[in-house]
């Protein structure tokens, strides 16, 4: 039997939860026209929030309201991409004049006797100016009272130049009151240093989800609906197990129902019990420590890192005077390390003067230590 769950990056869960708000406020920008907020999104969270399945909904919602959608990562050659590959294609699917022209060329005979001949001629050249070719696509798709949605994933300031090109380009758009939307994606770290670059004023304008755990409520959703729909079920205590196991962390939850669902049907049981989400729990923090805290431990400085081996020391949330006594530090100083963890979305702040780990599986795998995920956690 097909598993409901698809605890694989980049791709879309059969219920995306928890991100409804952002949905239908940027569906409701693309009917109120020109000027509406939502038409610039900024999204930004840690690995296995969810960022590209919501950048995939998003897309969806566009086409749904009948606008066409260029998708791209912030790779080198992104402006080249868009200019070369995605701008002619749209063009001339949206041209009611066709792809070709035809340009005179000849006169063999007088022309009521069919003497004259045409060459087919390119319409749409293609050109670097990605600034002419979406004004004439806007002009186009404006006919169907529809426009051109733009998402960019995993932005980085390797692409620096094109995004300031983009940035500087959509912004021109909006000045002319064209049906264009913007949505860019990345890590809170490559997102800052970004809106930190000269050349993006008008990405700092855009407004800016960070998505962080999604509620209860939400991930008990997101994981009895699929689960019904193929025809099984949990148990009421494995259901509460597999919900608190994930701490709201989106990819967590497909991890746990994949490995709960894979365990049950591996055993012809359908009904998913307390031993099945034990062992998919355990098997689900290792895949997580082996796939997102050991890249997001290792992008850190020194200094983060030490905040946070002082953090894994408690069980549960940390004093911050007991973080500063570990690191041998002050107050002070360690205040600074306490906000950018906080707006990496790696740790919270759950009542003043505490802090706890964000992520599911982060106190084990620093406790492991170099080799995290090598210890039970369960």
Known sequence: MANPFTPTFGTSPALLVGRTPVIEEFGYALDAGPGAPG?????SGQRGVGKTALLNELEDEARRHGWVVISETALPGLVERISTDHLPRLLAEQDPRGKTRHRLSGITAPARLGGVSFDPEERH???PSIRSQLTELTDLLEQHHTGVVLTIDELSTDTLADLQLIAATVQHLFRENRAVAVIMAGLPQSVEALLDASGITFLRRA???PLGAVSRDDVREG???????AGRSWTGQALDTAVESTRGYPYMLQLVGFHAFRIADGTGERVI??????RAVERAIRDVSNLVHRPTISSLTAVEVAFLQAMAEDDGPSAMRDIAERMGKTPVYVAQYRRRLLDKHIIAAPAHGLVMLAMPGMREHLRAGPGGGSVHFW
Do not use: S
């Open 39 to 43: 038409r610039a999104l900024l999204l």
């Open 125 to 127: 050249k293609r050109t």
């Open 273 to 278: 019990g307390e031993k099945a989400v034990g």
């Open 207 to 209: 407004l800016h989800h």
């Open 223 to 229: 994981l009895t609906v699929p689960v019904e729909g």
